[in-house]
Nanobody
Framework: QVQLVESGGGLVQPGGSLRLSCVAT????????MSWYRQAPGKERELVAA????????NYADSVKGRFTISRDNVKNTVYLEMNSLKTEDTAVYYC????????WGQGTQVTVSS
């Protein structure tokens, strides 16, 4: 059974930082492109950042470039999203995604940026 379990969300003030983690089980993690998506109330789900399998190349949404960093640990089967200089518009539910021949989603973790 495939599971993606996110953690690390919470409430943070503007300008603050959070680190999200997603642990994957039931898949050969190193063969999957891992991504973070987010969905704000009333908006469509959007890609935030992605990191390719073993080679580790990355891409980011323009809105988070220079502030967010995605990384992966293929030994711990974990993908991370380091979020710095958070803005109120970063408030959303953040979802972990694993993509290869199949696609899997986590249950999401809430990130709220508010003073």
């Amino acid at each position: 059974q495939v599971q993606l379990v996110e953690s690390g969300g919470g409430l943070v003030q503007p300008g603050g930082s959070l680190r999200l983690s997603c642990v994957a089980t039931g898949i050969t993690f190193s063969l999957y492109t891992m991504s973070w998506y987010r969905q704000a109330p009333g908006k469509e789900r959007e890609l935030v950042a992605a990191i390719r399998r073993a080679g580790g190349s990355t891409n980011y949404a323009d809105s988070v470039k220079g502030r967010f960093t995605i990384s992966r640990d293929n030994v711990k089967n974990t993908v991370y999203l380091e979020m710095n200089s958070l803005k109120t518009e970063d408030t959303a539910v953040y979802y972990c995604n694993a993509h290869s021949v199949s696609t899997y989603w986590g249950q999401g973790t809430q990130v709220t940026v508010s003073s």
